[in-house]
């Protein structure tokens, strides 16, 4: 990785475009500074030091703590990744978003990302209110703003507005930096994290025993083995052998070839993980805008035994990964129509007759897959959640879906910057 990042800065194009990403990181980090009006910014960073996992914590490491300190960025890039997911998942119920998708060309591609910046915009209120209906239950709004409606409106619109540049700023990415816009400023938020999180973990750490450096060794082994484990599955692949038969066209041969069709072991990527995290913490969330539930209650148990820091909330959670890998996995991996594809290149796969047997046989591997890959999240996500069971006073439950964001957005970019370079030194017949 280091040795592809010196490569590509002594190439002056690519130079440009990392200074400009480093660049519009910086101007995300000062966003992610500024605090908005009427928050009692140090209420509010004592008040999430003592809360427990819920998706506002999620929210908190992705935008690098920007959300328990009330900043301008405090949404960060939540709102735009679930508008993404929504138009995703959309595009499979409703048709004219499916041809858009796949039969629009350009023209379709812009009217999906137009109608993705509207959806952004409007989960960005939705979830700007629910924040001010947060901070306004639990008084950490400064003096006077208390249900106040100026206020009330202030807030809403700076956290909207605030979304919306941190769109921008990873759509300006896009265009003119190294690519991947949004897993860059992702990648940003959770690095800026770290290092509160390292720090609540010497905290807890009594180094006066063995105890405590027990602890500190067996953190940095989970941490290591887990970033090991997520390079080794996320780039391996299973690779289905195709044969193309010859065709002559006039004077030419054509195929006769063997090639490959890889699959992905983890296609599905961290989506499951985003979903079912969410899902597992969103009713906590709900029952934390009501207050402190009385003892003996319904809220109280699931407050208790469905969160982040529970064995119970650990099998859940389980569950719903692997449950969303293979849903995420099924809208966006259609056998039908690989098999159509192969079909009509002239190719098959040795052993299997072309058509609905090579769907099925796709298919077969693919849920074998499916599965190797959804387990391989799982126990990514869980095992710094059973750490956390284990010591009570570490709160790195989240700390799995972390590692994985940042292992993968590192690959990813290494990639990019690797095919980018493969452009620039390609030896071609003038050579």
């Not at 999180?197 to 940095?220: A, E, H, P, Q, Y």
């Not at 009509?344 to 099925?360: C, M, V, Y």
């Not at 959804?374 to 790195?396: E, S």
């Amino acid at each position: 990785m280091i040795k592809t990042l010196k490569n590509a800065w002594a190439i002056e194009d690519l130079r440009k475009k990392m200074l400009f990403t480093l660049l519009i990181i910086a101007l995300y980090r000062i966003g992610s500074a500024i605090v908005v009006p009427f928050v009692n910014s140090s209420e509010l960073y004592s008040y999430f030091s003592q809360a427990g996992d819920n998706i506002f914590t999620y929210m908190n490491i992705l935008g690098g703590e920007a959300f328990s300190k009330g900043t301008l960025f405090a949404l960060g890039i939540y709102p735009y990744i679930t508008a993404s997911i929504i138009i995703q998942l959309l595009q499979v119920a409703i048709p004219t978003l499916e041809r858009w998708a796949k039969e629009g060309g350009e023209e379709g591609r812009k009217k999906i990302e137009r109608l993705t910046r509207y959806t952004t915009v409007g989960l960005a209120l939705i979830q700007g209110w629910a924040y001010y209906t947060y901070l306004n239950a639990n008084s950490l709004l400064t003096d006077g703003a208390q249900s106040n409606f100026f206020a009330a409106v202030v807030i809403i619109l700076s956290l909207t507005a605030g979304a919306s540049i941190t769109m921008w700023l990873g759509e300006k990415i896009n265009e003119k930096g190294i690519g991947n816009g949004i897993s860059m400023l992702l990648f940003a938020g959770i690095v800026a994290s770290l290092p509160s999180m390292f720090n609540s973990i010497l905290n807890v750490l009594d180094f006066g025993t063995v105890w405590g450096w027990l602890g500190l060794v067996l953190t940095v082994a989970v941490v290591l083995i887990s970033v090991g484990f997520i390079v080794f599955v996320t780039e391996a692949e299973r690779r289905i052998p195709v044969q193309y038969a010859k065709r002559v066209v006039g004077r030419k041969v054509y195929g006769g070839q063997s090639s490959n069709l890889p699959i992905k072991v983890n296609m599905a990527g961290v989506m499951p993980v985003i979903f079912a995290s969410t899902m597992v913490m969103l009713p906590q969330t709900i029952i934390g805008f009501f207050g402190q539930p009385p003892e003996g209650s319904v809220r109280e148990w699931i407050i208790n035994n469905l969160g982040m820091s529970s064995v119970a909330g650990a099998i859940l959670y389980l569950v719903l990964i692997l449950a969303f890998s293979y849903f995420y996995v099924a809208i966006s991996f259609n056998p039908v129509e690989v098999s159509n594809n192969i079909r009509k290149n002239g190719g098959f796969i040795l052993g299997i007759r072309p058509g609905k047997p090579t769907s099925d046989y796709i298919s077969r591997i693919l849920n074998k897959i499916t599965f190797m890959g959804a387990l391989f999240l799982g126990i990514v996500a869980i095992v710094p959640i059973l750490l956390a069971v284990a010591i009570p006073t570490l709160h790195i439950s989240l700390s799995g879906t972390s590692v994985l964001i940042v292992v993968g957005v590192a690959l990813e970019t290494v990639r990019d910057l690797e095919a980018q370079m493969m452009m620039r030194h390609y030896k071609g017949f003038l050579d």
